[in-house]
């Protein structure tokens, strides 16, 4: 069975600085995606960037980028320009290319955003 | 708006009482899931369905049952087996278009048993 890890269960930024979190996970599959979901205090679930494993290049959606490290099996999300509405539980979820929309979760990490 | 509508947001029961959790989408889409989440864990996938009249048990479904009669709907019922019900519970569902398989996920359910 696949799992994520995410070793940081909180992290503090300042407004306007950069934070990186970090994921690894553990599969023998060579298809599969990657995603990093925001759960602010509001609790629902939003996706903020998915990557798949086939692609090389790193997916960015404005102010948040990853890196993918296939080898690694590490997929870190950085957050530049952070405010005050990032604050949220961030979660890295992994899904193989059979499983249907069975996503695997990390147990999170804790953003913290402070002015 | 289309989107996934759970309810109700808070819910508090008695040892040893089934309840109901209701998960209703209009997205059309095909496949929808229950997810539980516990402070300092993931979320844990219970049952998910991909088509009408047809589903599969997750993770953790033990102490849990579902059903999909309607495309839109797919309900969970806690039932008494369960042995530590008290979490927050996440529906959510996967259009057949989605290639990544990207989840759209509703608000929540906050389940309290006294």
């Known amino acids: 069975a696949q799992t994520v890890t995410q070793s940081q269960p909180e992290m503090s930024v300042q407004e306007a600085e950069t934070v990186t979190l970090s994921c690894t996970y553990d599969?023998?599959?060579?298809?599969?995606?990657l995603f990093w979901y925001k759960q602010p205090p509001s609790r629902q679930m939003i996706l903020v960037i998915r990557q798949e494993a086939y692609k090389q290049q790193n997916a960015t959606e404005n102010r948040f980028s990853v890196n993918f490290q296939k080898a690694a099996k590490s997929f870190s999300l950085k957050i530049s320009d952070s405010q005050l509405g990032d604050a949220a539980m961030y979660f890295c979820?992994?899904?193989?290319?059979?499983?249907?929309?069975?996503?695997?979760f990390g147990a999170g990490t804790q953003v913290v955003v402070t002015p | 708006d289309g989107g996934i509508t759970q309810s109700p947001k808070y819910l508090f029961r008695k040892e040893g009482q089934n309840v109901t959790l209701s998960c209703e989408q209009n997205l059309n889409h095909d496949a929808m899931y229950w997810y539980r989440q516990d402070p300092g864990q993931g979320l844990r996938l219970i049952y998910y369905s991909q088509i009408v009249n047809d589903f599969q048990k997750g993770d953790i479904a033990e102490g849990y049952s579902v059903s999909r009669e309607k495309k839109e709907s797919f309900p969970l019922t806690v039932t008494s087996a369960q042995k530590n019900p008290t979490a927050f519970y996440l529906c959510?569902?996967?259009?057949?278009?989605?290639?990544?398989?990207?989840?759209?996920f509703g608000e929540g359910s906050r389940l309290t048993v006294l």
């Open positions: 979820a992994y899904r193989s290319g059979d499983s249907w929309g069975k996503l695997q």
């Open positions: 599969t023998s599959e060579s298809d599969y995606y």
């Open positions: 959510a569902s996967r259009g057949s278009g989605s290639f990544s398989g990207e989840l759209f």
